[in-house]
């Protein structure tokens, strides 16, 4: 009975691992090149996102970026969101992204580039 547990706590940890994957999405929106990606795997709970622009090859860095993670409305549940704003670090924008409860979360990031434009890209994350 004992190694009949051993061994399920061992499948769930190695399923956990498997799971445990950094995020990376990217993507192309008006020109420039856009990825999302965190180091460790999204939890809930405190996360640190990097939201990476770059433009013919070059980071881009004098955007302003903001990102909304939001759940919507479901039964027994009201409306979640969360608002980052992006801080440089590394040629990056970092943000911390409170993550209340698992499940899928929709996003909107904005960045406002130096000519005054408005770029919004829309994505979701899992965990
Ligand atoms: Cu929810």
Do not use: C
């Amino acid at each position: 009975m004992k190694n009949l547990m051993k061994a399920v706590f061992a499948l769930f940890f190695t399923v956990g691992l498997l799971q445990a994957e950094p995020l990376l999405q990217e993507g192309n929106k008006n020109g420039y090149d856009v990825a999302l990606s965190s180091e460790k795997s999204l939890v809930v709970g405190s996360n640190d996102i990097f939201i990476a622009l770059s433009k013919d090859g070059a980071a881009v860095t004098d955007a302003k970026v903001k990102i909304k993670f939001y759940m919507p409305e479901m039964p027994g549940m009201p409306y979640m969101e969360y608002v980052g704003k992006g801080k440089l670090v590394n040629d990056k924008f970092k943000t911390l992204i409170n993550f209340s409860m698992s499940g899928t979360w929709q996003y909107q990031l904005k960045f406002k580039t130096h000519d005054g434009k408005i770029h919004k890209v829309r994505g979701s994350v899992n965990l």
